[in-house]
Each structure stands twice: as C-alpha cells, then as structure tokens.
C-alpha cells in the first residue's frame, strides 16, 4: 500500500490549494509506482494499435457499471448510455497518451468524484478497474507479438491503471474526511446542546435547594423557638405552629410538583382516563382559589356557568392540577383587577376550550415561548418577586397533551395581563356529529381478522394508497383524516399500530392537533404505539419528539414511503409493542 | 440594647428572626421593605448590625430591581455605613457560593438557610458587635 499523506482536512477540492495538493500527490505517487518516462513512451506508441478495442472495452465496463443498484439513478436512458460509452473511450484513449500531467490527474480525480457523489461504493471501482486490466492486458498481448515487448508494455499498463485507481480512491478519502468533518461538527453541536441541558440542570437544582430552603426554615426556625420555650402564650405558640402549617403545604406543593416533572421526564405518569364532568371541578377549585384571590382584593369571575357543559374524557385529578395551577398564577401574578374563567365547545372540534384569563402582570413577548419549558422562569435573578418551582406550567403543558389537548398562552406584553387557554378532548364529540356519521361505522379495509392499523392523514390521496398498500399485504386499516377522528378510531377499533402523519389540520389559532400531539395521545391513552409520517425534515419532527417524553420514541418516515421500509418498521414496532410470553 | 435591621422578603422568615433575636438575644428588631429604607436607617446610625437576605423579591432602588449583594455593597461603600456589619442569611446554598456571595457583596460574614437554631443566630450576631466595638 501507499504512505497514507498526512491529508489536511482543509484543503477539500474546491478550495485553494488543491491543485498544489494534487501535484504532490501525482508526484509522489508516480515514484511510489515507478511509472517515468519510459512507461509513458510505451503508452503512447501502443496506443494507436488498440483504438480498436476501446469500444468494446467501453461497453463491457458500461454493463458492469449497470450491475451495481445505484446506477440506475444516474444511467436512465439510451442517451446518457451512449454519452457514458464515449466518455469511457475518451478514458481509455487519455490512457495512453502518454501525458501524465495535472490535467490529467485532475481530470481521474473529477471521475472519483462523480463516483462519490453517485454513490457507488469504491469496491466496484476497484473491481472495475480489474475488468479493464485484465481487457486491456489481452488485447496488448494481441496487439504485440514479440512477447518480451508485450511484457514491458504490460509493466507500464499496470503502472498506469495503479495511478488511476489511487487518483479516483483519494476522492473516496476526501470524501470520507469531509463526512468525518461534518460528523465532528454535528457531535460538537451535540455536545453544545447536552452542556446546555446538564447547566440548565445545575440552575435548577440551584433553585429548587433555594425553594426549599426558605419554607424550611420557617418550619424548623418556629419549631425550634416553640421547642425552646421561647413563646410567651399559648396563643402565640399555636400562631406560630398555624405558620409552620403554612410554610409545610409551601414545601409539599414544591416537593410535588419536582416528583411528577420527574415522574413525566421518566414516562411513568399514568393518568386514569374517565368520563369527567367539569361543573364538579370548577366549583371546588373556585371556591379554593377564591381564599387567594380574597386576600390579594382580587375579583373572581366565574364565566363558565351559561350553556350546560357536556363531559369530557381525562384524568379528573390532573385536571383539577392544571385549573389550580392556571387559575392558582393568575391570582399570583395579578396585584389588581380579576381573574376570569370560562369554558366553552366549539371553539375547537370535539373538545372543550377552557380560559384562564387575568389582568396581572403579563408576559414579555419574547418569553411567552418559554414559560412552558421546565426549568424555565420569566425571572430567575434574585430581585424574582414570584416564588415556586418553577415546574408549574411546564407540568400543565405535559398533564394536557397526554389527555390529548393542547395549551397556549396570550399576553398582549408587560402589565397588561394573561390569557391561557387549553383543550380537552369532549367525552362525545357533539360539533362532530357530520362527521361521525361517516365514521360510526368504522370502514375497514383489507381481511377483518388481519393485524390492524390506523392510517391518520389529512391528504385524501396518500390516505388512499396506504390503505390499498397495506390491504393488499393483509392488514385489517382503517383511515382518520383529523385529529378527533383518530382518537375516536383508536379507541373503538383497537389497532395494533398507528402510521400519524406529522401535519395534521390545525382547526384555530392553537397549535392544536400537530400529529406528535395525537402520537403522545395514542400512547398514553390507549398504550398504542405509532410510526409518525413526514413529508418535512424528519431532524424537525425528531426535534420535536424528543421534547416529549415518549419512550420508546416512534420511528420517523419520510414521504415518499418505501414499502419494504415500512413493512419492517410495522413489524419492528408490533413485535416490540407485544407483551412476551 | 443593639438594635438588628432584618431585610427579608419571606414574611414568615422575618417574623421568626425577630422572635429569636429578641427572645434570645435580647436584641431590638427593626425591618425595613425598600432599599431606600434600608439606607435610611443604617445612615441614622441606630442600627448595629444589619441582616440581610439576598433574594429579595420586589426590593427596588431608584426604581429598579436590586438584591442583597448590591445592597450590601452599596452599605459598604459609604463611609457613614461601612463600619456596620452585614450578616447575609440566604437559601442559595450550592458549593461556592459562599466565596462568591462575600466575594461579591463585601459582607462581613454569610450564613446558610435553614437558620433555625436561635442561639446560633444570636451567637452570630454578637460576634460581629464585637467585631465592631
């Protein structure tokens, strides 16, 4: 083998200072082979006696090349095969020119190139190459007839055919560093990204050690002066214990909420989905957070009591979690002014919005994104006027998608207030009814007794061809084109697998119904596992999923489908999905 | 009978620095709930010893927020209030931070929450008097 040079990452083709690269590179490796003068006067003088052969070398090398499975992508018809056929006898004709100059190499290496970015493997090259020496070898054994002349030009033909090869390899080697390079520059941005999670980390144990440590040291501080003898009544011991009391529901409510972030980041939430009625539950958390609101002079506004509001399906004591959280930093961050709710159906297909709206301090624009992250406060400095985890609403964003609904927040800027708003799907979807006629009779594709699956996608066509594929290969489909539907088929036709698409009709102003939403909604309320679909960058949709606590996460597939691709995967998730026994 | 100045947001937190300083130090308890408050009463020179919290929530000196560090520092770049001591009292307490709360605010000495002991706390505070004196 040749010394490998030691190949400076930055001196790619293109740039300045390849072609002095590549005089070196020629140099050197002509000594290496031993191919001088010699060998090219030897080239040059057979070469007029084997123009002959080159078509025919040309031809068998072309039908090797169409072996190989890529070739196809590039060789496509009878034009761009004749115009390869000149090319290779233009190659042969350079070959015994008897010029080896920079032009030469230069133009071997631009042939290495298009290999590369083809995509063929450099073993066909190689390979390739064999079938020219041995062609090539032959015929000169034809051509001369006085065999110790025929040896010699034989040397050189080898000599040759070995510079070629390193020229057209060396743009594999280039190619190899460039992707290393690009490999080295994702694992670096990797890298940035996990610093960045594991310093978001520190601050937040920082800050939960720094919210813990101020209840406690009521409670132990009180405690201790009780302990001590140092009150003067038992009217002041009991005042003093109804702080301790305070400061200790403080501390549960922190230790809480830092146990289901973590049991949410882990998976291990289990909500318990029910029919819930809502009236129930706004009532007992009004009337909680009016003693807050009472004390502050703050006005609740109860606007949910108008039309009768239908049940909804979710997790009754999540719920009220998410509407004492709402409504609990509503009275928190409002020094004046009110505090409203309201619930409404309509707003959004087969689900019941609810608002929490308040006149406080609002959010900046630029931090209205953020506040449903964890760890993430408007304000972590320590002039911060808000106490708390920190936890709060990033555990509502959580608590919400896996009933299958979805939160956003408004606020027109600093000091003029908030406006959050979520979903819940409703128990029956009663603004769906067109719709559910189509689907109270689920339509099922493909044998009954097959393995089942529900196509979800809002593009008529593609729906279409997936469930004709998937019919054809014996699975039992069915097809939801929105959101509502999907969930309303998952839960009576109980498929093995879901294939979501990514874009899903997004039916308001909510970023509602993404299709990693309706993912979420599948696996934490049926336990069905999904194969998510895109026609976008599936990097954008990995992005997205590994916001959310998934495990394991679905695979990703890009449109167009390959259908063998998507026969494994199916088989890969179902096989993982079922329980061994 | 030294006089402590208590500057701290948690009101159940103050409440119990004051109990435990003046029933078991003896101590006279003031608070104050504005930077400029603060100021005001260290100027005075009826304070002796000043405690001080360093998150300070809706604490603001000429109309901006400001924390404990900046107040402690503002204490001790005056000559009419440097001489009084400042104990910092904070829940921050990760590795360092002790180095870097002094480091920043040129406090006399830090302590670390949960505060709960009394004679702890009061043994805290006669040591700076007698610093002082």
Not at chain 1, 289 to 305: H, M, N, P
Not at chain 2, 3 to 27: C, H
Request: charged share 25%; net charge negative; glycine share 6%.
């Amino acid at each position: 083998m040749m010394r490998r040079r030691n190949y400076d990452a930055d001196r790619a083709p293109g740039q300045a200072g390849m072609s002095d690269f590549l005089k070196d590179f020629l140099r050197e490796t002509k000594s290496y082979i031993g191919l001088d003068a010699n060998d090219a006067a030897r080239l040059a003088a057979v070469g007029p006696a084997l123009e002959p052969h080159f078509p025919a070398l040309a031809e068998l090398f072309y039908r090797k090349i169409l072996e190989h499975p890529n070739a196809a992508r590039v060789f496509s018809g009878p034009e761009q095969l004749a115009r390869l056929n000149l090319t290779l006898q233009h190659w042969a004709r350079r070959l015994f020119s008897g010029r080896y100059d920079l032009a030469y190499a230069e133009d071997r290496m631009a042939i290495g190139r298009r290999h590369v970015d083809v995509g063929v493997p450099q073993r066909y090259v190689i390979s390739a190459m064999d079938v020219v020496r041995i062609y090539l070898l032959e015929a000169i054994d034809n051509a001369e007839p006085d065999l110790q002349r025929a040896a010699a030009i034989k040397r050189s033909l080898n000599k040759i055919l070995d510079l070629d090869l390193n020229l057209m390899c060396e743009s594999y080697f280039i190619a190899s560093v460039r992707e290393l390079r690009d490999l080295n520059a994702r694992l670096e941005a990797a890298n940035l990204e996990l610093s960045e999670l594991s310093r978001v980390k520190d601050e937040f144990l920082a800050h939960t050690s720094h919210e813990l440590r101020t209840p406690l040291n009521a409670i132990l501080g009180f405690t201790r002066l009780i302990l001590d003898g140092l009150c003067q009544s038992r009217e002041e011991e009991r005042e003093l214990l109804g702080d301790v009391f305070e400061s200790a529901q403080h501390l549960l409510g922190i230790v809480n909420d830092v146990l289901d972030i973590a049991r949410i980041e882990a998976g291990k939430l289990k909500l318990s989905v029910e029919r819930v009625e809502m009236r129930p539950l706004f009532e007992q958390v009004l009337a909680v957070v009016r003693v807050q609101a009472d004390a502050k002079g703050i006005r609740i506004v109860d606007e949910t009591g108008g039309a009768p509001l239908p049940p909804v399906r979710g997790d009754a004591h999540r719920l009220r979690q998410v509407l004492i959280n709402l409504l609990g930093n509503a009275v928190k961050f409002t020094d004046e002014g009110w505090v409203s709710l309201r619930a409404s159906t309509g707003a959004v297909a087969g689900h019941l919005q609810v608002e929490v709206q308040d006149t406080g301090i609002g959010i900046p624009r630029d931090k209205q994104s953020i506040v449903f992250e964890k760890f993430k406060q408007v304000d972590t400095s320590f002039t911060r006027r808000h106490g708390g985890s920190g936890l709060g609403l990033a555990i509502c964003r959580r608590l919400v998608e896996m009933m299958g609904g979805a939160i956003a927040l408004e606020s027109p800027g600093p000091g003029l207030g908030t406006l959050v708003r979520f979903t819940v799907p409703l128990e029956a979807p009663v603004e769906d009814r067109p719709h559910r006629a189509v689907q109270d009779q689920l339509s099922i594709a493909g044998p009954p007794q097959g393995t089942r699956v529900l196509v979800v996608d809002n593009d008529p066509g593609f729906r279409k061809f997936l469930q004709r594929l998937l019919a054809g290969e014996g699975f039992a489909v069915v097809t939801a084109d929105g959101y509502a539907d999907a969930l309303d088929a998952a839960d009576r036709f109980h498929p093995a697998v879901a294939l979501v698409d990514w874009v899903l009709p997004v039916s308001t102003s909510l970023a509602y119904g993404n299709g990693i939403d309706l993912v979420v909604a599948f696996q934490s309320r049926f336990s069905l596992p999904s194969i998510l679909v895109t026609g976008h960058e599936p990097e954008r949709a990995q992005a997205e999923m590994a916001r959310r606590s998934l495990s394991p996460p679905p695979p990703i597939l890009r449109k167009p489908l390959d259908a063998a691709v998507l026969r494994e995967t199916m088989q890969k998730v179902i096989a993982a999905h079922t329980p061994q026994s | 009978m030294p006089t402590v100045l208590i500057v701290e947001d948690s009101p159940s937190v103050a409440k119990f620095y004051t109990l435990a300083l003046e029933r078991r130090g003896g101590f006279a308890c003031r608070q104050a709930h504005s930077a400029e408050e603060v100021l005001a009463q260290v100027r005075s020179g009826e304070v002796d010893v000043v405690l001080l919290d360093i998150s300070l929530a809706d604490f603001t000196y000429q109309g901006r927020p400001i924390d404990g560090l900046e107040l402690s520092r503002l204490l001790k770049g005056d000559p009419v209030t440097d001489k009084v001591p400042v104990l910092l009292a904070t829940a921050h307490a990760m590795v360092g931070d002790r180095e870097r709360f002094l480091e920043a605010s040129a406090a006399d000495e830090y302590l670390q929450k949960p505060i709960y002991d009394p004679a702890i706390l009061v043994e805290k505070v006669n040591a700076l008097l007698e610093k002082k004196y």
